[in-house]
């Protein structure tokens, strides 16, 4: 038996219909933005793996200093004891938020980051006895799949038969242009109630719905609003954290900075699993007291495991030096001249941008992740050696930083092809 054979026996994959997907791909080594598998086929990685890898596959730096690490200290419990690299790492990213962020927790991954801010909001206004227990939260978001963070992502197909055991949660819509007084009008309304405990947002880039895009103007007024109405605002940047958007981080595109962030992705270069959550002064104060009763009772095992914390060291210093800032800006700028490029291709709807993130919505049917198009479109780039993850009709790429400006071309190239191929099946159809 293969891999593939082997794996099919035994393992159960993610987001994968295990009666009707096809064999894994077994991936047997990764180099900067290339993938290669069993059979010596290069795959170049547009989606960074689920975008995580920031700097590129295996990167040398990172890889050595996880290695020093392992040598020196594997893991250690974090309640009682501390350790240099959660520390430095802690130091590091205080250094990159806003200075109103005071406190760095950590966990596992992006939905643990985003369970640890909603139980920080909700507990402080129980601490405080104060009762605050609504969350605001984006319909069409999504913030993970544990069940606080399914309950403040949209309710879908993901969520269905979960539905009833999630909490109940004020969605707003999302203030796409032309939607800003629609979406200010709601969270005014809300608003009106006594018991907002936060709001919870995908700044910028609403990642799983499609890479659905809003501009700073009206996140700015929404976080205005929450704050005079004292609410806490919690800035999921587990996607567009560490200069996805351009920026470090979507809200340093921002007057008002939130109040709670949550990280996770490219924390470690893609590496390491870890999450971080990280809160004001004021909020890690509520927690303050005499009374045992007060304490955040939250950690999980691997908490600041010390070669994740390394690697998340490590992919800061690579991130703060000047090439990956260079390459951030020339990978924006290449994107910028294919939207020009293709926005006037018959087949597409639509061209988005931020940053590095670009999303092609293709005029076909209804945007769906079960539609036949997303596999259809999926199997067409991977055949081409590109891996592609579209999201219902809309494809995106969100690329390592290392990728070459030849490799872009080519994932660009890929998806030309791909609207060619709907242009004719839609002309064929009617
Ligand atoms: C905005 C956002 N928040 C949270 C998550 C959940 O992260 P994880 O998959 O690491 O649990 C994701 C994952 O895609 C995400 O895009």
């Given at each position: ?5 082997r794996?099919?026996?035994i393992i159960?994959?993610?987001?994968t ?7 894994p ?8 933005a290339?993938?290669?598998d069993a ?14 890898t920031l700097h590129g596959?295996?990167?040398?730096y990172i890889r050595?200093r ?5 040598a020196?200290?594997?893991h250690v ?5 501390t350790?240099e690299p959660a ?6 990213l205080?250094?990159l938020?806003?200075?109103n ?9 992006g939905s ?11 507990q402080?206004?129980d601490?405080?006895?104060?009762p605050?227990?609504?969350i605001?939260a984006?319909r069409?978001?999504y913030?993970g799949?544990?069940f606080g963070a399914m309950?403040?992502?949209s309710r ?13 949660v004020?969605?707003i819509?999302?203030?796409v242009?032309?939607k800003?007084?629609v979406?200010l ?5 809300h ?5 907002v405990?936060a709001f919870i947002f995908?700044p910028l880039?609403l990642?799983t719905?499609g890479m ?10 929404l976080?205005?609003?929450c ?5 806490f605002t919690?800035?999921?940047?587990v996607?567009?954290?560490f ?8 809200t340093?595109y921002?007057?008002?900075?939130p109040?709670?962030f949550?990280?996770?992705k490219?924390?470690?270069?893609g ?8 809160c ?13 009763a ?20 490590a992919?800061?210093e690579?991130?703060v ?5 260079e390459?951030?800006?020339q990978?924006?700028?290449q ?10 291709h018959?087949?597409v709807?639509e061209?988005?941008?931020t ?5 092609v919505e293709f ?7 079960f539609?036949?198009?997303?596999d259809?479109?999926?199997?067409f780039?991977?055949?081409r050696?590109?891996l ?5 009709n809309?494809?995106?790429i ?6 070459t400006p ?7 190239a890929v998806i030309?092809?791909?609207?060619d ?6 002309n064929?159809?009617?």
């Amino acid at each position: 038996m293969n891999l593939a054979q082997r794996d099919s026996q035994i393992i159960w994959h993610p987001y994968t219909q295990m009666q009707t997907a096809g064999l894994p791909l077994p991936i047997v080594k990764a180099n900067g933005a290339l993938l290669t598998d069993a059979a010596g086929k290069t795959y170049i990685d547009a989606v960074s793996s689920w975008w995580v890898t920031l700097h590129g596959h295996c990167h040398p730096y990172i890889r050595e200093r996880i290695k020093q690490q392992l040598a020196q200290l594997d893991h250690v419990i974090f309640a009682g004891f501390t350790h240099e690299p959660a520390v430095t790492l802690a130091e590091n990213l205080l250094r990159l938020l806003p200075p109103n962020q005071q406190r760095i927790f950590y966990s596992d991954n992006g939905s643990t980051a985003v369970e640890v801010a909603l139980k920080m909001a909700f507990q402080y206004w129980d601490n405080l006895k104060i009762p605050k227990n609504k969350i605001i939260a984006f319909r069409e978001s999504y913030h993970g799949d544990t069940f606080g963070a399914m309950s403040v992502s949209s309710r879908s197909a993901f969520t269905r038969p979960f539905n009833q055991y999630l909490f109940e949660v004020l969605f707003i819509d999302v203030p796409v242009a032309g939607k800003e007084a629609v979406c200010l009008e709601q969270l005014q309304e809300h608003l009106q109630r006594p018991d907002v405990a936060a709001f919870i947002f995908e700044p910028l880039v609403l990642g799983t719905a499609g890479m659905v895009m809003y501009a700073p103007e009206i996140l700015d007024e929404l976080l205005q609003l929450c704050r005079q109405h004292q609410i806490f605002t919690i800035a999921d940047e587990v996607m567009t954290g560490f200069g996805r958007t351009g920026k470090n981080f979507a809200t340093d595109y921002l007057q008002h900075a939130p109040d709670i962030f949550c990280l996770s992705k490219g924390l470690t270069g893609g590496t390491m699993a870890l999450g971080v959550t990280t809160c004001t002064a004021e909020i890690y104060n509520g927690f303050l007291s005499q009374e045992s009763a007060k304490t955040f009772f939250h950690g999980h095992s691997y908490t600041a495991n010390p070669i994740a914390c390394t690697a998340g060291i490590a992919s800061y210093e690579l991130l703060v030096a000047p090439e990956s800032q260079e390459k951030i800006s020339q990978i924006a700028a290449q994107h910028q001249a294919f939207q020009n490029q293709l926005q006037t291709h018959p087949a597409v709807k639509e061209v988005r941008q931020t940053g590095t993130i670009l999303a092609v919505e293709f005029s076909t049917g209804p945007t769906s992740y079960f539609s036949n198009v997303r596999d259809l479109l999926y199997n067409f780039a991977l055949e081409r050696g590109v891996l592609l993850r579209p999201l219902g009709n809309i494809i995106y790429i969100l690329p390592p930083y290392c990728i070459t400006p030849a490799q872009l071309q080519a994932v660009y190239a890929v998806i030309e092809e791909m609207a060619d191929l709907i242009t004719r099946i839609t002309n064929n159809e009617s």
